[in-house]
Protein backbone atom coordinates (compact mmCIF):
# COMPACT_ATOMS: atom_id res chain seq x y z
CA UNK A 1 0.00 0.00 0.00
CA UNK A 2 2.65 2.65 -1.36
CA UNK A 3 -0.23 5.69 -0.55
CA UNK A 4 -0.55 5.26 2.78
CA UNK A 5 0.39 8.09 4.94
CA UNK A 6 -0.49 8.24 8.70
CA UNK A 7 -0.91 11.71 10.00
CA UNK A 8 1.65 11.75 12.98
CA UNK A 9 0.34 15.20 13.92
CA UNK A 10 -2.30 14.28 16.02
CA UNK A 11 -0.15 12.64 18.58
CA UNK A 12 2.23 13.88 21.45
CA UNK A 13 4.04 10.92 21.94
CA UNK A 14 8.17 10.13 20.00
CA UNK A 15 7.07 10.69 16.14
CA UNK A 16 8.52 6.56 16.07
CA UNK A 17 5.73 5.27 18.74
CA UNK A 18 3.43 7.73 16.82
CA UNK A 19 3.75 5.68 13.81
CA UNK A 20 4.07 2.55 15.26
CA UNK A 21 0.66 3.54 17.18
CA UNK A 22 -0.84 4.56 13.43
CA UNK A 23 -0.04 1.20 12.15
CA UNK A 24 -2.08 -0.51 15.22
CA UNK A 25 -5.06 2.35 14.82
CA UNK A 26 -5.07 1.46 11.04
CA UNK A 27 -5.21 -2.16 11.14
CA UNK A 28 -8.44 -1.79 13.94
CA UNK A 29 -9.77 0.61 11.16
CA UNK A 30 -9.61 -1.96 8.63
CA UNK A 31 -7.19 0.56 6.45
CA UNK A 32 -4.74 -1.94 6.85
CA UNK A 33 -4.96 -5.74 6.22
CA UNK A 34 -3.00 -8.58 6.82
CA UNK A 35 -0.22 -9.32 3.99
CA UNK A 36 -0.51 -5.33 3.15
CA UNK A 37 3.13 -4.32 2.16
CA UNK A 38 3.46 -0.82 3.65
CA UNK A 39 5.80 1.66 2.21
CA UNK A 40 9.37 1.58 1.92
CA UNK A 41 10.91 3.25 4.75
CA UNK A 42 12.72 5.83 3.09
CA UNK A 43 9.84 6.52 0.90
CA UNK A 44 7.73 7.38 3.71
CA UNK A 45 10.04 9.54 5.17
CA UNK A 46 10.14 11.66 2.22
CA UNK A 47 6.50 11.98 2.38
CA UNK A 48 6.81 12.78 5.77
CA UNK A 49 9.29 14.85 6.05
CA UNK A 50 11.05 13.05 9.25
CA UNK A 51 14.24 11.17 9.33
CA UNK A 52 14.84 7.64 7.85
CA UNK A 53 15.64 6.79 11.32
CA UNK A 54 12.49 7.36 12.94
CA UNK A 55 10.60 5.63 10.50
CA UNK A 56 13.14 2.39 11.19
CA UNK A 57 12.61 2.49 14.52
CA UNK A 58 8.69 2.47 14.13
CA UNK A 59 8.46 0.01 11.86
CA UNK A 60 10.81 -2.19 14.32
CA UNK A 61 8.55 -0.74 17.69
CA UNK A 62 5.85 -2.31 15.75
CA UNK A 63 7.57 -5.46 15.03
CA UNK A 64 7.91 -5.67 19.03
CA UNK A 65 4.17 -5.53 19.30
CA UNK A 66 3.95 -8.24 16.46
CA UNK A 67 1.96 -6.08 13.91
CA UNK A 68 4.49 -6.23 10.95
CA UNK A 69 7.02 -8.53 9.64
CA UNK A 70 9.80 -7.91 7.46
CA UNK A 71 11.66 -9.60 5.08
CA UNK A 72 14.66 -8.64 3.56
CA UNK A 73 14.66 -7.28 -0.28
CA UNK A 74 10.91 -7.35 -0.18
CA UNK A 75 10.07 -4.79 2.81
CA UNK A 76 7.89 -4.89 5.68
CA UNK A 77 4.00 -6.13 5.77
CA UNK A 78 1.20 -6.73 7.96
CA UNK A 79 1.51 -9.30 10.01
CA UNK A 80 -1.37 -12.74 9.36
CA UNK A 81 -2.37 -12.31 13.29
CA UNK A 82 -1.91 -8.27 14.09
CA UNK A 83 -6.10 -8.09 13.89
CA UNK A 84 -6.67 -10.64 16.18
CA UNK A 85 -3.67 -9.38 18.59
CA UNK A 86 -5.23 -5.79 18.45
CA UNK A 87 -8.60 -6.97 19.47
CA UNK A 88 -7.06 -9.50 21.90
CA UNK A 89 -5.20 -6.38 23.82
CA UNK A 90 -8.00 -3.84 23.34
CA UNK A 91 -9.01 -2.37 27.08
CA UNK A 92 -12.14 -3.62 27.77
CA UNK A 93 -15.46 -1.24 27.65
CA UNK A 94 -15.93 0.74 30.78
CA UNK A 95 -19.43 1.87 32.11
CA UNK A 96 -18.29 5.45 30.28
CA UNK A 97 -18.20 4.44 26.61
CA UNK A 98 -15.10 5.53 24.60
CA UNK A 99 -16.05 6.12 20.80
CA UNK A 100 -15.50 3.41 18.04
CA UNK A 101 -12.60 3.49 15.69
CA UNK A 102 -15.32 5.19 13.15
CA UNK A 103 -16.52 7.69 15.33
CA UNK A 104 -12.85 8.84 15.95
CA UNK A 105 -12.53 9.28 12.27
CA UNK A 106 -15.66 10.75 11.76
CA UNK A 107 -14.04 13.13 14.15
CA UNK A 108 -10.90 13.93 11.96
CA UNK A 109 -11.92 13.76 8.69
CA UNK A 110 -14.27 16.85 7.37
CA UNK A 111 -17.30 14.57 6.20
CA UNK A 112 -20.81 15.83 5.19
CA UNK A 113 -23.18 14.24 7.65
CA UNK A 114 -24.97 11.36 6.98
CA UNK A 115 -28.80 11.06 5.45
CA UNK A 116 -30.60 8.36 7.46
CA UNK A 117 -33.97 9.40 6.06
CA UNK A 118 -35.79 6.04 4.57
CA UNK A 119 -37.43 7.73 1.54
CA UNK A 120 -33.96 9.66 0.78
CA UNK A 121 -32.09 6.29 0.99
CA UNK A 122 -34.79 4.52 -0.93
CA UNK A 123 -34.58 7.55 -3.96
CA UNK A 124 -30.46 6.73 -3.47
CA UNK A 125 -30.51 2.86 -3.71
CA UNK A 126 -32.94 3.39 -6.56
CA UNK A 127 -30.47 5.13 -8.66
CA UNK A 128 -28.05 2.03 -7.99
CA UNK A 129 -30.77 0.20 -9.14
CA UNK A 130 -31.60 2.05 -12.49
CA UNK A 131 -27.49 2.22 -12.99
CA UNK A 132 -27.54 -1.63 -12.55
CA UNK A 133 -29.26 -1.91 -15.70
CA UNK A 134 -26.09 -0.71 -18.23
CA UNK A 135 -23.93 -2.60 -16.30
CA UNK A 136 -22.15 -4.30 -19.15
CA UNK A 137 -21.51 -0.61 -21.16
CA UNK A 138 -20.42 0.73 -18.01
CA UNK A 139 -17.47 -2.10 -17.70
CA UNK A 140 -15.96 -1.24 -20.73
CA UNK A 141 -13.17 1.49 -21.43
CA UNK A 142 -14.72 5.02 -22.09
CA UNK A 143 -12.16 8.20 -23.44
CA UNK A 144 -10.98 10.19 -20.20
CA UNK A 145 -13.24 13.41 -19.54
CA UNK A 146 -16.37 11.17 -19.53
CA UNK A 147 -19.48 10.44 -21.30
CA UNK A 148 -21.83 13.00 -23.44
CA UNK A 149 -24.48 12.07 -21.16
CA UNK A 150 -22.18 12.53 -18.05
CA UNK A 151 -21.03 15.51 -19.21
CA UNK A 152 -24.63 17.05 -19.62
CA UNK A 153 -25.09 16.15 -16.17
CA UNK A 154 -21.91 18.27 -15.22
CA UNK A 155 -23.02 21.35 -17.05
CA UNK A 156 -26.74 20.91 -14.92
CA UNK A 157 -24.88 20.67 -11.81
CA UNK A 158 -22.39 23.28 -12.25
CA UNK A 159 -24.71 25.88 -13.51
CA UNK A 160 -26.07 26.19 -9.59
CA UNK A 161 -22.82 28.02 -9.41
CA UNK A 162 -23.37 30.01 -12.59
CA UNK A 163 -20.65 28.31 -14.39
CA UNK A 164 -21.79 27.86 -18.13
CA UNK A 165 -18.34 26.08 -19.68
CA UNK A 166 -18.40 24.58 -22.91
CA UNK A 167 -18.28 20.48 -23.67
CA UNK A 168 -14.22 21.02 -24.65
CA UNK A 169 -13.38 22.50 -21.28
CA UNK A 170 -15.17 20.41 -19.14
CA UNK A 171 -14.14 16.82 -18.01
CA UNK A 172 -15.53 14.56 -15.56
CA UNK A 173 -12.20 12.98 -12.92
CA UNK A 174 -11.90 10.23 -10.60
CA UNK A 175 -12.08 13.08 -7.33
CA UNK A 176 -10.67 16.27 -7.26
CA UNK A 177 -7.08 14.94 -5.60
CA UNK A 178 -6.67 13.39 -9.33
CA UNK A 179 -7.49 16.52 -10.93
CA UNK A 180 -5.03 18.45 -8.52
CA UNK A 181 -2.49 15.88 -9.45
CA UNK A 182 -3.32 16.72 -13.19
CA UNK A 183 -3.34 19.94 -12.96
CA UNK A 184 -0.16 20.29 -10.91
CA UNK A 185 1.65 18.06 -13.90
CA UNK A 186 0.59 20.34 -16.22
CA UNK A 187 1.41 23.74 -14.95
CA UNK A 188 5.00 22.54 -12.70
CA UNK A 189 8.14 21.56 -12.46
CA UNK A 190 9.64 19.92 -9.91
CA UNK A 191 11.16 23.09 -7.38
CA UNK A 192 8.08 25.58 -8.88
CA UNK A 193 6.63 27.67 -6.39
CA UNK A 194 2.90 27.24 -5.32
CA UNK A 195 1.09 30.02 -3.78
CA UNK A 196 -1.69 28.91 -1.33
CA UNK A 197 -3.14 30.45 2.00
CA UNK A 198 -1.01 30.09 5.00
CA UNK A 199 -3.25 27.65 6.90
CA UNK A 200 -4.53 25.32 3.69
CA UNK A 201 -5.83 21.93 2.93
CA UNK A 202 -3.66 19.10 4.22
CA UNK A 203 -4.46 17.37 0.96
CA UNK A 204 -2.42 19.96 -0.97
CA UNK A 205 0.56 19.78 0.97
CA UNK A 206 1.01 16.09 0.88
CA UNK A 207 0.07 16.62 -3.18
CA UNK A 208 3.46 19.19 -3.52
CA UNK A 209 5.51 17.09 -1.92
CA UNK A 210 4.53 14.49 -4.01
CA UNK A 211 5.99 16.72 -6.85
CA UNK A 212 8.38 18.15 -4.97
CA UNK A 213 6.90 21.59 -5.54
CA UNK A 214 7.48 24.52 -2.84
CA UNK A 215 4.37 25.37 -1.35
CA UNK A 216 4.33 28.96 0.00
CA UNK A 217 1.76 30.27 2.10
CA UNK A 218 0.10 33.86 1.99
CA UNK A 219 -1.26 35.63 5.01
CA UNK A 220 -4.90 35.20 5.80
CA UNK A 221 -7.46 37.58 7.21
CA UNK A 222 -10.87 36.68 7.78
CA UNK A 223 -11.69 37.56 3.70
CA UNK A 224 -8.64 34.74 2.67
CA UNK A 225 -5.58 35.54 1.57
CA UNK A 226 -4.10 39.25 1.52
CA UNK A 227 -3.79 41.01 -2.23
CA UNK A 228 -0.89 42.89 -1.42
CA UNK A 229 0.70 39.44 0.27
CA UNK A 230 0.23 37.93 -2.96
CA UNK A 231 1.50 40.64 -5.22
CA UNK A 232 4.72 40.83 -2.91
CA UNK A 233 5.07 36.84 -3.55
CA UNK A 234 4.42 37.43 -7.49
CA UNK A 235 6.86 39.50 -7.95
CA UNK A 236 9.75 37.92 -6.09
CA UNK A 237 8.69 33.85 -6.16
CA UNK A 238 7.57 33.43 -9.75
CA UNK A 239 5.04 31.38 -9.01
CA UNK A 240 3.62 28.73 -11.67
CA UNK A 241 0.19 28.52 -9.76
CA UNK A 242 -2.27 29.99 -6.57
CA UNK A 243 -4.09 27.07 -4.75
CA UNK A 244 -6.96 28.19 -3.27
CA UNK A 245 -10.34 26.77 -1.21
CA UNK A 246 -12.44 29.94 -1.27
CA UNK A 247 -15.62 28.66 0.30
CA UNK A 248 -16.23 26.82 3.37
CA UNK A 249 -12.35 26.51 3.66
CA UNK A 250 -10.72 24.16 5.13
CA UNK A 251 -10.03 24.41 8.16
CA UNK A 252 -10.94 27.81 9.06
CA UNK A 253 -14.31 27.81 7.43
CA UNK A 254 -14.46 31.15 6.13
CA UNK A 255 -15.55 31.83 2.55
CA UNK A 256 -14.02 34.41 0.57
CA UNK A 257 -16.30 37.45 -0.25
CA UNK A 258 -16.95 38.91 -3.81
CA UNK A 259 -14.87 42.01 -3.38
CA UNK A 260 -11.95 40.19 -2.23
CA UNK A 261 -11.68 37.57 -4.99
CA UNK A 262 -11.78 40.70 -7.87
CA UNK A 263 -8.88 41.82 -5.88
CA UNK A 264 -6.84 38.54 -5.87
CA UNK A 265 -8.11 37.87 -9.35
CA UNK A 266 -6.61 41.50 -10.80
CA UNK A 267 -3.38 40.26 -9.11
CA UNK A 268 -3.40 36.68 -10.72
CA UNK A 269 -4.43 38.79 -14.18
CA UNK A 270 -1.03 41.29 -13.67
CA UNK A 271 0.89 38.69 -13.46
CA UNK A 272 -0.15 35.77 -15.38
CA UNK A 273 -0.71 33.46 -12.22
CA UNK A 274 -3.54 30.34 -12.81
CA UNK A 275 -5.66 30.16 -10.09
CA UNK A 276 -6.54 26.29 -9.09
CA UNK A 277 -10.09 26.75 -7.32
CA UNK A 278 -10.51 23.60 -5.48
CA UNK A 279 -14.48 24.33 -4.92
CA UNK A 280 -15.11 21.16 -2.63
CA UNK A 281 -17.99 22.96 -0.60
CA UNK A 282 -18.73 25.80 -3.00
CA UNK A 283 -22.35 23.81 -3.40
CA UNK A 284 -23.28 23.72 0.22
CA UNK A 285 -24.27 27.30 0.58
CA UNK A 286 -27.86 28.15 -0.76
CA UNK A 287 -26.31 31.02 -2.85
CA UNK A 288 -22.73 31.33 -2.87
CA UNK A 289 -19.93 34.00 -3.56
CA UNK A 290 -19.20 33.68 -7.06
CA UNK A 291 -16.71 30.75 -8.25
CA UNK A 292 -13.26 32.38 -9.71
CA UNK A 293 -14.08 30.50 -12.78
CA UNK A 294 -16.88 33.05 -13.40
CA UNK A 295 -14.76 36.30 -11.91
CA UNK A 296 -11.10 35.19 -13.83
CA UNK A 297 -12.41 32.03 -16.22
CA UNK A 298 -9.56 32.50 -18.54
CA UNK A 299 -7.14 32.37 -15.54
CA UNK A 300 -8.93 29.51 -13.52
CA UNK A 301 -8.77 25.72 -13.00
CA UNK A 302 -12.24 25.13 -11.20
CA UNK A 303 -12.43 21.50 -9.57
CA UNK A 304 -16.11 20.48 -8.37
CA UNK A 305 -15.77 17.58 -6.24
CA UNK A 306 -18.98 15.49 -4.95
CA UNK A 307 -17.34 13.88 -1.87
CA UNK A 308 -18.36 16.99 0.35
CA UNK A 309 -21.79 17.92 -0.97
CA UNK A 310 -23.06 14.66 -1.67
CA UNK A 311 -20.73 11.78 0.16
CA UNK A 312 -16.97 11.69 0.05
CA UNK A 313 -17.51 7.85 -1.30
CA UNK A 314 -18.79 9.19 -4.67
CA UNK A 315 -15.04 9.93 -6.21
CA UNK A 316 -16.06 11.84 -9.11
CA UNK A 317 -15.10 15.71 -9.45
CA UNK A 318 -15.98 17.88 -12.53
CA UNK A 319 -13.29 20.17 -13.81
CA UNK A 320 -13.43 23.27 -16.08
CA UNK A 321 -10.41 23.83 -17.70
CA UNK A 322 -9.62 28.07 -18.71
CA UNK A 323 -9.85 27.23 -22.68
CA UNK A 324 -9.91 24.28 -24.81
CA UNK A 325 -5.74 24.69 -25.79
CA UNK A 326 -4.84 23.90 -21.95
CA UNK A 327 -7.49 20.99 -22.00
CA UNK A 328 -5.49 19.31 -24.40
CA UNK A 329 -2.49 18.77 -22.33
CA UNK A 330 -4.49 17.96 -19.08
CA UNK A 331 -6.31 15.05 -21.19
CA UNK A 332 -3.26 13.94 -21.95
CA UNK A 333 -1.44 13.91 -18.14
CA UNK A 334 -4.99 12.65 -16.52
CA UNK A 335 -5.29 9.57 -19.42
CA UNK A 336 -1.36 8.64 -18.54
CA UNK A 337 -2.48 8.30 -14.45
CA UNK A 338 -6.27 7.43 -14.24
CA UNK A 339 -7.00 6.28 -18.15
CA UNK A 340 -10.77 7.25 -17.34
CA UNK A 341 -12.97 7.94 -13.84
CA UNK A 342 -14.74 4.83 -13.46
CA UNK A 343 -18.08 5.02 -15.69
CA UNK A 344 -20.04 3.15 -13.24
CA UNK A 345 -19.40 6.05 -10.00
CA UNK A 346 -19.79 8.79 -13.24
CA UNK A 347 -23.03 7.19 -13.81
CA UNK A 348 -24.47 6.94 -10.64
CA UNK A 349 -23.57 10.68 -9.89
CA UNK A 350 -25.49 11.26 -13.52
CA UNK A 351 -28.44 9.61 -12.24
CA UNK A 352 -28.66 11.26 -8.92
CA UNK A 353 -28.16 14.73 -10.29
CA UNK A 354 -30.85 13.98 -13.00
CA UNK A 355 -33.60 12.42 -10.73
CA UNK A 356 -33.52 14.96 -8.32
CA UNK A 357 -31.51 12.82 -5.62
CA UNK A 358 -28.56 14.57 -5.51
CA UNK A 359 -30.21 17.78 -4.65
CA UNK A 360 -32.14 16.34 -2.42
CA UNK A 361 -29.06 15.44 -0.45
CA UNK A 362 -27.95 18.28 -1.17
CA UNK A 363 -30.66 20.06 1.23
CA UNK A 364 -30.76 17.17 3.51
CA UNK A 365 -26.29 18.41 4.37
CA UNK A 366 -27.86 22.31 4.51
CA UNK A 367 -30.15 21.30 6.81
CA UNK A 368 -28.23 19.04 9.44
CA UNK A 369 -25.11 21.33 9.16
CA UNK A 370 -27.02 24.16 10.98
CA UNK A 371 -27.99 22.13 12.91
CA UNK A 372 -24.81 20.98 14.18
CA UNK A 373 -23.19 24.34 14.10
CA UNK A 374 -26.28 25.76 15.80
CA UNK A 375 -25.70 22.57 18.86
CA UNK A 376 -21.82 23.67 18.35
CA UNK A 377 -22.53 27.31 19.40
CA UNK A 378 -24.73 26.57 22.31
CA UNK A 379 -22.10 24.16 23.66
CA UNK A 380 -18.78 25.54 23.25
CA UNK A 381 -20.03 29.24 24.03
CA UNK A 382 -20.47 31.04 20.72
CA UNK A 383 -17.39 33.19 19.90
CA UNK A 384 -14.74 30.70 21.32
CA UNK A 385 -14.29 29.45 17.55
CA UNK A 386 -14.33 29.90 13.93
CA UNK A 387 -17.46 28.50 12.42
CA UNK A 388 -20.27 28.80 9.42
CA UNK A 389 -23.65 27.98 9.81
CA UNK A 390 -22.71 25.68 6.87
CA UNK A 391 -19.67 24.16 7.54
CA UNK A 392 -18.50 20.99 8.74
CA UNK A 393 -16.56 21.71 11.19
CA UNK A 394 -15.28 24.48 13.34
CA UNK A 395 -11.24 25.56 14.31
CA UNK A 396 -10.62 26.33 17.81
CA UNK A 397 -8.18 28.31 19.46
CA UNK A 398 -7.43 26.66 22.67
CA UNK A 399 -7.68 28.67 26.23
CA UNK A 400 -4.21 29.61 28.03
CA UNK A 401 -3.00 26.30 29.34
CA UNK A 402 -3.56 24.11 26.43
CA UNK A 403 -1.42 23.52 23.92
CA UNK A 404 -2.65 21.56 20.59
CA UNK A 405 -0.68 18.83 21.25
CA UNK A 406 -1.68 18.70 24.89
CA UNK A 407 -5.35 18.95 24.06
CA UNK A 408 -5.19 16.59 20.86
CA UNK A 409 -3.30 13.85 23.08
CA UNK A 410 -5.94 14.41 25.74
CA UNK A 411 -9.09 14.18 23.15
CA UNK A 412 -7.06 10.58 21.58
CA UNK A 413 -6.98 9.33 24.48
CA UNK A 414 -10.58 9.22 25.38
CA UNK A 415 -11.35 8.90 21.67
CA UNK A 416 -12.21 11.95 20.23
CA UNK A 417 -9.78 12.55 17.31
CA UNK A 418 -9.27 16.34 17.04
CA UNK A 419 -6.63 17.50 14.15
CA UNK A 420 -4.19 20.09 15.27
CA UNK A 421 -3.31 23.18 13.41
CA UNK A 422 0.35 21.44 12.31
CA UNK A 423 -1.59 19.11 9.97
CA UNK A 424 -2.75 22.44 8.20
CA UNK A 425 0.35 24.73 7.94
CA UNK A 426 3.21 25.27 5.34
CA UNK A 427 6.88 25.32 5.76
CA UNK A 428 7.63 28.77 7.29
CA UNK A 429 4.42 29.32 9.33
CA UNK A 430 4.40 28.91 12.79
CA UNK A 431 1.03 26.74 13.75
CA UNK A 432 -1.04 28.64 15.83
CA UNK A 433 -2.03 27.02 19.07
CA UNK A 434 -5.72 25.65 17.61
CA UNK A 435 -7.90 22.55 16.71
CA UNK A 436 -9.87 21.59 13.81
CA UNK A 437 -12.94 19.78 15.26
CA UNK A 438 -14.97 18.01 12.40
CA UNK A 439 -19.44 17.94 13.00
CA UNK A 440 -19.83 15.93 10.20
CA UNK A 441 -20.24 11.56 9.06
CA UNK A 442 -22.04 9.10 10.50
CA UNK A 443 -22.28 10.25 14.46
CA UNK A 444 -26.14 11.31 15.68
CA UNK A 445 -26.88 14.43 16.68
CA UNK A 446 -27.29 12.91 20.87
CA UNK A 447 -23.77 11.69 20.28
CA UNK A 448 -22.50 14.85 18.85
CA UNK A 449 -23.77 16.73 22.00
CA UNK A 450 -22.25 14.30 24.32
CA UNK A 451 -19.32 14.80 22.60
CA UNK A 452 -19.37 18.24 22.35
CA UNK A 453 -19.73 18.70 26.19
CA UNK A 454 -17.64 16.82 27.38
CA UNK A 455 -15.31 19.01 24.56
CA UNK A 456 -16.23 22.12 26.67
CA UNK A 457 -15.85 20.49 30.44
CA UNK A 458 -11.96 20.02 29.01
CA UNK A 459 -11.64 23.23 27.69
CA UNK A 460 -12.75 24.75 31.25
CA UNK A 461 -10.35 22.79 32.58
CA UNK A 462 -6.82 23.01 32.81
CA UNK A 463 -4.68 20.37 31.16
CA UNK A 464 -4.07 18.34 34.42
CA UNK A 465 -7.72 18.25 35.49
CA UNK A 466 -9.17 17.95 32.50
CA UNK A 467 -11.37 14.72 32.72
CA UNK A 468 -9.72 11.50 31.17
CA UNK A 469 -12.89 9.64 29.96
CA UNK A 470 -16.59 10.73 28.69
Known amino acids: MDDWEPDLSRSDKPRYMALADAIAADILDGLLH ?109 GFGGAPGDKDAASNWLGRRALVPSQDRLFVTPGAHAALLGILRLLCSPGDVVLCEAITYPGIRAIAAQKDLRLVGLAMDRDGILPDAFRAACRTLEPKALYLNPTLHNPTTLTVPAARRAAIAKVARDFGVPIIEDDAYGFVPNHGEPPFAAVAPDLTWHIAGLAKCIGAGLRVAYVVAPDARSAWPFVAAMSAANVMASPVTAAIATRWIEDGTADAILSFIRSEARTRQRMAREILNEGSFQGDPLAFNVWMPLPRGWTRSSFAGQMRGTGVGVVASDAFVVDGVAPPETVRLCLGGPIRQEDLRKVLTFVAHSLAETPERAPSFW
Open 34 to 142: PGTRLPPQRRLAYRLRIDFTTVARGYVEAQKRGLLVSHVGRGSFVAAGALERLRRERPAPSSFARPTAASRIDFTMNLPPEPEDTDLLARMEAGFSAVAGSMKTLLRYQ
